[in-house]
């Protein structure tokens, strides 16, 4: 996680009862449908993502797919990202792989900085 998030998340008052973050109101996981329903719907569209029919336009999901887009512009490995989203790195390079049409370029630069770390130390040698 994020610096910031982790500093917020030290300032939220923590339940004795349960381990989770944020629970349900008797401590227990919070029930999707409900959550859905009562407070992601209402916040979207509060915040005005709503499709023609004044429906909300966003996914809980979407969140997922906003952490990959910022996680890879960020400069994050696939490979790293497929570890922390729990899926595969060709899942992640079909879906996202548009995103970073640098990564050879990075890989190559990569790769010249270990040279240059590696002969930097046999000179020494």
């Known amino acids: 996680m994020r610096q910031r998030v982790l500093e917020v998340l030290d300032d939220v ?10 629970p349900a109101l008797r401590g227990g996981f919070l029930d999707l449908h409900n959550f859905r329903a009562r407070e992601w719907i209402p916040a979207v569209q509060a915040a005005g993502f709503v499709t023609a029919e004044g429906k909300a336009s966003k996914r809980i999901y979407d969140l997922r797919h906003t952490y990959a887009t910022m996680s890879l512009s960020a400069g994050v490995s696939l490979y790293s990202l497929a570890r922390r989203m729990g899926t595969s790195v060709a899942m992640i390079d079909a879906t996202y792989g548009h995103l970073a049409p640098d990564a050879e370029e990075y890989e190559r630069e990569l790769l010249d900085a ?5 002969l930097t130390s046999e000179g020494r040698g």
């Open 114 to 118: 270990f040279d240059a770390r590696c």
């Open 13 to 22: 008052a923590r339940r004795l009862d349960t381990r989770l973050v944020f």
